[in-house]
């Protein structure tokens, strides 16, 4: 049987009393507000007591933050990084146990879990490296002995809201990068997974404690009135990093965008796998089932609509529904399990709602499609046969309900996937290089990645994440987008003995 409360205590949480909800350097409890009771989506088991941080606790944050933020930003990048280096040698020591506690409390199977955890660490030496490679550009300047160059500063306080599928990944994407870039942060976690963010920042503070540096890496575990609004109203956060729906999206974007401020959102997906007649069929299954399955659905790069080509629809539909029949579904925390529960209840209910829909609007369940009766949220891994343009298939439900589609041809694939309102993953299965080179064209897929032979979800952090349309265009993790979280500045230097004027304009008061 599994120690939870040893677990928790390892990670510096009290499986019986209320746990700190706001971390500014130090750990408070003494919230107004009554505690969040964490439930194990595993077995509804209470798992610990949170303390629900109040605007208060919000102004901690940041307060800690804009303090940090006065030496911060003076330190050397690579002395930054040095801090980061250290939290990913930590996040190592806790890889067990905090992967743990990411399957106990969001629901992932083991090695999701722990793969959490590994894509924290890999995001960590990433921003290590990044430390001593933020460059400027040169440019060469039409004025003689003038030189133009292009440098990278800090912006500040940076607001990262993060959603509870991927608990604490997530805010290691943003944090890792705006630590090294000087900024601080500000940490709005799901209030549905606030041990595994408590747990982190227990990691973080034993590296800010000995370094120094406390107020850098701050966190609220409050809800969108104590924390979500004061942080996306707030002009001390010029830029708000946030994961989640589409519609919280919608809510949040227009404000930032009121005061001006900055904001990188990366929100609903619908992704879709086109496989082609000429694909490697064993790729393909592997593939869809991994990301159809895989996180009980519930990840936004989840695979949620499938194009067959009509030369192998038939045979692949029918050896998918076998694989689907072979999926062990239950207990996250037992080694062997492929598919764990869903979030909570309301999650369930979702599921529910939207397998009446689909039976309504005349899609055909070819398997799954039923809530398991157990203690916990589970539900069946379910494959819908549908018409194209079916309306169903064009929203984002968190559940692990794949649409599958016959198509003609790649020109047909392609229109259908592009045509719902996400734009955020997708993939072809095929071994023709022009097939391909169609799909990652600009008349290819028009969502924000494409894959060749591998699938939608498990994006390595190397590359930009994040999507178009109402995916919110942002992006996040690897490549560039460190720039995202500085500000630009252009600087024309002048060493001669002369003010001539761009553009050949002539002024003189000689
Ligand atoms: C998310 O679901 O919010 O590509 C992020 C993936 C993961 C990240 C998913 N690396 O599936």
Same mark, same amino acid.
């Given at each position: 049987?599994?120690?939870i409360p040893a677990l928790l205590r390892r990670l510096g949480i009290d499986p019986v009393g209320v746990n700190p909800g706001c971390y500014d350097g130090e750990f408070h409890t003494d919230s107004s507000l009554p505690p969040i009771v964490v439930h194990s989506p595993r077995d509804g088991a209470v798992l610990a007591r949170v303390s629900h941080a109040t605007k208060e606790d919000y102004e901690r944050c940041v307060s800690a933050g804009l303090v940090a933020f006065e030496r911060w930003k003076m330190c050397p990048a690579p002395q930054r990084g040095e801090v980061v280096r250290q939290i990913g040698d930590e996040l190592r020591k806790a890889k067990e146990d905090l992967g743990a506690l990411v399957t106990f409390e969001a629901g992932k199977v083991v090695t999701e879990g722990l793969g959490?955890?590994?894509?924290?660490?890999d995001m960590a030496d990433f921003a290590v490296g990044l430390s001593r490679q933020l460059y400027g550009l040169v440019i060469q300047s039409e004025r003689p002995r003038h030189r133009m160059i292009e440098q990278w500063h800090p912006i500040g306080t940076v607001g990262v809201i993060s959603a509870?599928?991927?608990?604490?990944?997530?805010w290691s994407w943003n944090a890792f990068l705006a630590g090294i870039c000087g900024d601080v942060v500000v940490w709005k976690p799901s209030e549905r997974t606030p041990l595994t963010a408590l747990a982190v920042c227990r990691i973080v503070d034993r590296v800010l404690e000995r370094t120094g540096w406390r107020g850098v890496f701050n966190c609220a575990i409050?809800?969108?009135?104590?924390?979500?609004?004061?942080?996306?109203?707030?002009?001390?956060?010029?830029?708000?990093?946030?994961?989640?729906?589409?519609?919280?999206?919608?809510?949040?974007?227009?404000? &930032? $965008? !009121?005061?001006?401020g900055r904001s990188l959102l990366e929100l609903?997906?619908?992704?879709?796998?086109?496989?082609m007649d000429d694909a490697d069929l064993r790729l393909a299954l592997t593939a869809v089932a991994f990301g159809a399955v895989g996180t009980a659905g519930q990840r936004c790069t989840t695979t949620r609509r499938l194009f067959?080509?009509?030369? &192998? $629809? !038939?045979?692949?539909?029918r050896?998918?529904?076998?694989?689907y029949g072979k999926i062990p579904v239950g207990d996250p925390a037992e080694p062997g399990t492929m598919c764990g529960p869903l979030i909570d209840r309301g999650a369930v209910e979702t599921f529910r709602r939207t397998i009446d829909a689909i039976r309504h609007a005349g899609g055909d369940v070819l398997c799954g499609g039923r809530v398991i009766d157990r203690p916990g949220n589970y539900v069946e891994p379910t494959i819908v046969k549908a018409p194209l343009g079916f309306a169903c298939s064009k929203e984002e439900v968190f559940a692990p309900i794949l649409y599958v589609f016959d198509v003609a041809s790649l020109d047909e694939a392609i229109h259908h996937q592009n045509d719902v309102p996400q734009g955020l993953s997708s993939a072809i299965f095929t071994n023709s290089v022009r097939a391909s080179e169609q799909f990652l064209s600009a008349v290819g897929s028009d969502c924000g990645i494409a894959n060749v032979n591998i699938g939608t979800?498990?994006?390595?952090?190397?590359?930009?994440?994040?999507?178009?349309?109402?995916?919110?265009?942002?992006?996040?993790?690897?490549?560039?987008?460190?720039?995202?979280?500085?500000?630009?500045?252009?600087?024309?230097?002048?060493?001669g003995t002369d003010l001539p004027l761009a553009q050949g304009v002539k002024f003189s008061i000689d």
């Open positions: 049987m599994h120690d959490e955890v590994q894509e924290m660490i509870f599928n991927f608990p604490v990944a997530v409050g809800d969108r009135h104590t924390v979500g609004e004061p942080m996306v109203a707030d002009h001390r956060v010029p830029l708000v990093s946030a994961t989640g729906s589409t519609s919280m999206g919608r809510q949040i974007g227009p404000r &930032i $965008a !009121a005061r001006l609903g997906g619908n992704n879709a796998v086109i496989v067959l080509q009509k030369g &192998i $629809a !038939a045979d692949f539909t050896r998918l529904v076998a694989a979800s498990g994006a390595e952090i190397g590359g930009a994440f994040g999507g178009e349309k109402e995916t919110g265009g942002g992006r996040e993790a690897g490549s560039d987008v460190w720039k995202t979280y500085m500000r630009r500045q252009t600087n024309t230097i002048n060493w």
